[in-house]
């Protein structure tokens, strides 16, 4: 039994991975309501947040007996804010100090990649081995506020990057756009909730003049295109007009993002396509990339709702599925880093 | 003219790679362990002009906006492979009026600081920012307002604006 611990940015979460049924726990405590009055997380406040929500939730698991079965803990060490990942790990140094097991230190972004097979893994567990070999060489697209990244599995099961953005991430462009709009925070539901009341071609955004052997993403551009609509339109104008100001911009970040993968997709011999991250959340998103998988006869495998955004269960199964992508503690040199990258 | 005085002066741009390369003429113009403060609201080019500096500077890492990990580190990696471990070795002294000279860069670490959701020290010590200010260094910060009583007091302030669509005014204040 696998424990894992998650807090490199709002969410505070631990998870129960037993590689014979699955996630059997999962346990998340979230920030979002505290940060949304800042229009995003606070580092200190987000921080202190940690240090106060890890000892109850750990004592749940306690009281269950649950922490009884543990042979390894896993944690997140990177990339996210020093302070969070800082606590996640002095927590998860003295829980495999105390229960006398290895400590494994995972990479947040590899959780996001593994995320969107931990169903395949949960409907039947002793098959899974034989099983992901049908879903392999895989092509996965992780969209959250901070990354926008395209990375291809091979049979090995490694995790090889096929681009990124140039600037902006997509959840990003996004919650920035929601900003301009002024709209609160978490920007990117908050306009896809308006551009589903809203006129997809009613504003025509820049899609990006990128040549078509280039698979990076770019978004800045689209955002400021935004900024001189808006100050073109006026705020009257912007008011009368959200639902459709939305629902275009919603539909120029799917249009890039669908674009690029479908063209990683045609370069052939993959045999899925993966969607994770918390921007993977959205429905339109999901359904486009659904049907572009489904054109070029590829299994479509989404993060499921409750792994898309930050979460401990991804933790615990990227460090059981995945090991030669993790750090073992050796000698307590397990340190944060906070700027780890996919590869 | 010296790149100085024509950002001093103030220039419009009228693309994001040419906002780029005034970027990456300032990074030779810049002392060791500068700050620099990038003023001006959502999409006038703050991060644009750190990717140019970041080319100035020798590091060849793709910059992306610090928003949401509010913190990003560049390295040169050209020497003193691996991380900056913050604590392990006591700072260099610092030679705040030394030109930053190309074959000075090495080991160089550019940090790039989106103090958008900062209001004060307590909230920087939080991300551990002193720890990775180890010499040399180059510190772009945007949204510098935000953490004024922060910033050294020989911090470079560079403002952006928009003109009109697709131009854009970079001074040097």
Known sequence: MILALESSCDETALALFDPARGLTRELVHSQVALHGRYGGVVPDLATREHLRNFPPLLERLREEGELAAVTAVAVTHGPGLAGCLAIGLAAAKALALERRVPLWGVNHLRGHAWSSFIALQAADPPAFDERIERWLPHLGLIVSGGNTLLFAIDHGRRIAVQSATRDDAAGEALDKGAKLLGLGYPGGPLIEQRALAGRTDAYDFPRGIQPSGDLSFSFSGLKTSLRYLVEKLGPAEVTARLDDLCASYQQAVIDALVRKTAAALDRGGYTSLGLSGGVSHNRKLRAALEKTAQRRGVTFLAAQPQHTGDNAGMIAFAAWCDPAGCVRDDHSGLSIQPDLALG | ?173
């Not at chain 2, 020497?79 to 030394?98: C, F, I, K, Q, S």
Request: hydrophobic share 40%; with cysteine; aromatic share 6%.
């Open chain 2, 1 to 173: 003219m010296t790149i100085l005085d024509i950002l001093r002066a103030g220039v419009t741009t009228a693309s994001a790679e040419e906002t780029r390369s005034y970027g990456a003429q300032l990074a030779a113009a810049l002392p060791r362990d500068a700050t620099l403060a990038l003023h001006g609201d959502l999409g006038v080019g703050k991060t644009t002009f750190v990717q140019g500096l970041a080319q100035g500077l020798g590091l060849s890492a793709r910059v992306t906006s610090p928003t949401f990990n509010i913190l990003h580190l560049y390295r040169n990696s050209s020497a003193l492979p691996g991380p900056v471990e913050g604590n392990t070795d006591p700072p260099l002294p610092h030679h705040r009026n030394l030109p930053l000279r190309r074959s000075d860069t090495r080991g160089l670490t550019l940090v790039h600081l989106d103090a958008y959701r900062l209001e004060n020290a307590h909230q920087i010590a939080a991300l551990m920012l002193d720890d990775f200010l180890v010499s040399p260094y180059c510190l772009a910060v945007e949204w510098p307002e935000r953490i004024a009583d922060w910033l050294p007091a020989e911090t470079w302030h560079l403002t952006l604006a928009i003109e009109s669509p697709g131009r854009h005014r970079l001074t040097l204040v």
